[in-house]
């Protein structure tokens, strides 16, 4: 019995920082709809769905600062998104801000979880890569500050649903091969994740004009070296002022792109998702059991050791 899930990745245009919860929702129900309307069971959007890319200053109202995480999901302004997904038959993934209160303590985090096509939450993931910087640092266009508003996550999971194994990531996760390795070797056919990138890289101007070669480089051979489908959708455009890049593609367990937006703004691309084209590289070139060599490179796990160029060294 082939195992198909009609994909949609739901990019979104700018949020900008005058835009409501009610406002962004609304936007985020038409992607709900049109993906139902064209056969979809599956929705993606991307990473902090709900809000602008807030990390981008340097905020020291904590009132004001507050006001960008989702104290419950679903929360009064998001329980919509979950009823419909229940009433359609149409599941997402959602990034957003988590303020969680655990043993007292508040604690935030980079959030996505995976809501199923009952509108229940099959899982959570918070973010384990997190780029840029903790403290003030003026010299930048504009700040990343993601080291300093959120809490890192404990790790990758996989997930039973769909019909196959899905996995969960966010934005800068997508640049570490690790990130794909760890579900890979759980087993996953479908890794989903949303990205807020800028264009400009502060600390690596250089890197500037390769900011969507790099974007689809990772995904592409993160979706290959394990046997996975990638979804990768953007929140792009510009955004308070900071270009986005957009990119939202999905991307065959080959490492094709099969589907991909070519604006900047809100848009779907709509792939139907076989998931057992995956078995035909993790039997063979990605059979991990049969050619992978864990005890070979075990011993290497951090960068002690590590040999400088030269002049570094110096
Ligand atoms: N954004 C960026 C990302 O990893 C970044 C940060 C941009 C890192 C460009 C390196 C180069 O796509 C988030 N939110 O992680």
Request: charged share 20%.
């Amino acid at each position: 019995m082939p195992r198909f899930i009609n994909v949609a990745a739901a990019q979104l245009g700018p949020i900008q920082r005058a835009d409501s919860r009610r406002d962004v929702v609304e936007r985020l129900l038409a992607h709900l709809h049109q993906a139902h309307a064209m056969g979809c069971q599956l929705v993606v959007f991307p990473e902090l769905a709900l809000t602008t890319f807030f990390p981008r200053w340097y905020l020291e109202d904590p009132a004001e600062l507050d006001a960008f995480y989702e104290r419950e999901m679903p929360g009064a302004e998001t329980r919509v998104l979950f009823e419909t997904a229940a009433r359609l038959g149409v599941g997402f993934y959602l990034g957003y801000a988590e303020l969680a209160l655990e043993q007292g303590a508040a604690r935030r985090y980079n959030t996505s979880i995976l809501v199923g096509q009952d509108g229940a939450i099959i899982g959570k993931y918070r973010k384990v890569h997190l780029p840029g910087h903790a403290e003030h640092e003026p010299w930048r266009d504009f700040q990343h500050l993601e080291k300093r508003y959120f809490e890192p996550g404990p790790g990758f999971d996989v997930w039973r649903a769909y019909g196959g194994v899905i996995g969960m990531a966010l934005c800068n996760d997508r640049r570490w091969s690790e990130t794909y390795r760890v579900m890979g070797l759980q087993g996953a056919e479908m890794i989903l994740l949303g990205y807020n990138t800028p264009v400009h890289n502060p600390p690596a101007p250089e890197h500037d004009d390769l900011s969507m070669f790099h974007n689809h480089l990772v995904m592409q051979a993160g979706a290959y070296q394990n046997g996975t489908w990638v979804v990768g959708v953007a929140k792009g455009g510009k955004e308070e002022g900071c270009e986005m890049i957009g990119g939202t593609c999905i991307i065959a367990p080959s490492g094709e792109i099969v589907a991909a937006c070519s604006t900047k703004g809100d848009e779907l691309a709509i792939a139907r998702c076989d998931l057992d084209l995956c078995h035909s590289y993790k039997t063979t070139t990605f059979n991990f059991d049969r050619h992978r060599r864990p005890d070979a490179y075990g011993l290497i796990t951090s960068r002690r050791g590590a040999i400088e160029p030269e002049h570094l060294a110096a």
